[in-house]
């Protein structure tokens, strides 16, 4: 099973980034994805998720209306779209998966699978 991430990168404030999380090793479709970031010094903290195949996005407030978790199935692949990006969504972002998720989504320990990570930095 790996995930990998990728799409990271140095933007200005406002701008946009696109993260991608390929998956291989297991069906993706039948999976939970989600997004996760650490901040140098934080905790790892719970970004968006698409609970199930279908339906079932949930986000953080923090970036409520800023991001958009999305998958294609047939690739194998899920996405964060980040828009009107601040300096403090820098942090290295990692996406996750597992068979099953509960009502407990924003927990870290709810994913079996994480990707390496990918660094988004966000400049003022």
């Known amino acids: 099973v790996q995930l990998q991430a990728s799409g990271g990168g140095l933007v200005q404030a406002g701008g946009s980034l696109r993260l991608s999380c390929a998956a291989s090793?297991?069906?993706?479709?039948?999976?939970?994805v989600g997004w996760f970031r650490q901040a140098p010094g934080k905790e790892r903290e719970f970004v968006a998720t698409?609970?199930?195949?279908?339906?079932?996005?949930y986000y953080a407030d923090s970036v409520k209306g800023r991001f958009t978790i999305s998958r294609d199935n047939a690739r194998n692949t899920a996405y964060l779209q980040m828009t009107s990006l601040k300096p403090e969504d820098t942090a290295v972002y990692y996406c996750?998966?597992?068979?099953?998720?509960?009502?407990?989504?924003?927990?870290?320990?709810?994913?079996?699978?994480w990707g390496q990570g990918t660094l988004v930095t966000v400049s003022s």
């Open positions: 996750a998966a597992a068979r099953y998720v509960s009502d407990y989504y924003y927990l870290a320990g709810e994913y079996n699978y």
């Open positions: 090793g297991f069906t993706f479709s039948n999976y939970a």
């Open positions: 698409f609970k199930w195949t279908y339906t079932g996005t």
